[in-house]
């Protein structure tokens, strides 16, 4: 298993531009999240998703838009890049059930991606 | 609001030292509680969780970590650190069996020779 994977692993954009991240799980797991994480602030919740066609916003969603059509894919929009929207991004997925949530606390992180926006 | 506080943002130790990082959060209601961990230029991992029974919960690689309801903590612990275990380590909580855990903003843990 590849586990979470996230491309690309370092991006510079410039003000406006637009761009996707991708992360894709081969774990079969129905929970899948994007968090940013930036220096000395931990990491703060973008947007998740709890199986496919269902998303919903984390603490932060500002700015981004997500989708999920499969299980594996979880691509996370950045539209109109922003200085604010530098840091690191972090995908990560877990497994959960109706009946037990508390698989899914155990989130798998992938490599996560750097970008710059100047 | 809910919210985890991790007090120090840095902890220098020496090696073979103990270590004890904490962990606050702000609420007694019904919560589970994980550290998690990131070696350099990697995403997190799982170190250890509290989800019910035994208040005190142990990793593999020698942490544990004891939850304290009285005084809402979840402090990390670990006898005798090793060069290795230089790394961030977050707090994170799920209260009220929510879907989403909140992570704390972590503690960098120096290993000094």
């Known amino acids: 298993n590849a586990g979470v994977t996230q491309t690309p692993k370092f991006r510079i954009l410039k003000i406006g531009q637009s761009m996707t991240l991708q992360c894709t799980q081969d774990?079969?797991?129905?929970?899948m999240y994007w968090y940013r994480q930036d220096p000395g602030m931990g990491l703060k919740l973008i947007y998740y998703s709890v199986g496919a066609g269902i998303t919903d916003k984390g603490e932060v969603p500002n700015g981004y838009n997500v989708s999920r059509s499969t299980t594996e894919d979880f691509p996370l929009r950045l539209e109109l890049a922003a200085p604010s929207q530098t840091s690191v991004y972090f995908c990560?997925?877990?497994?959960?059930?109706?009946?037990?949530?508390?698989?899914?606390?155990?989130?798998?992180f992938g490599p996560g991606t750097r970008l710059t926006v100047t | 609001a809910q919210s985890v506080t991790q007090l120090d943002s840095q902890v220098p130790v020496f090696e073979e030292a103990p270590v004890e990082l904490r962990c606050n959060y702000s609420?007694?209601?019904?919560?589970?509680l994980f550290w998690y961990v990131q070696y350099p230029n990697q995403g997190l991992q799982l170190l250890l969780k509290?989800?019910?029974?035994?208040?005190l919960v142990k990793s593999i690689n020698g942490f544990e970590a004891e939850f304290n309801k009285s005084q809402t903590s979840f402090h990390l612990r670990k006898p005798s650190v090793h060069i290795s275990d230089t790394a961030e380590y977050f707090c994170?909580?799920?209260?009220?069996?929510?879907?989403?855990?909140?992570f704390g903003k972590g503690t960098r843990l120096h290993i000094l020779p």
């Open positions: 990560a997925s877990s497994y959960g059930t109706e009946w037990d949530r508390t698989q899914s606390y155990e989130q798998y």
């Open positions: 609420s007694s209601v019904s919560v589970y």
């Open positions: 774990m079969n797991h129905n929970y």
């Open positions: 994170a909580v799920s209260f009220n069996r929510d879907d989403k855990i909140i």
């Open positions: 509290y989800l019910s029974g035994s208040t």
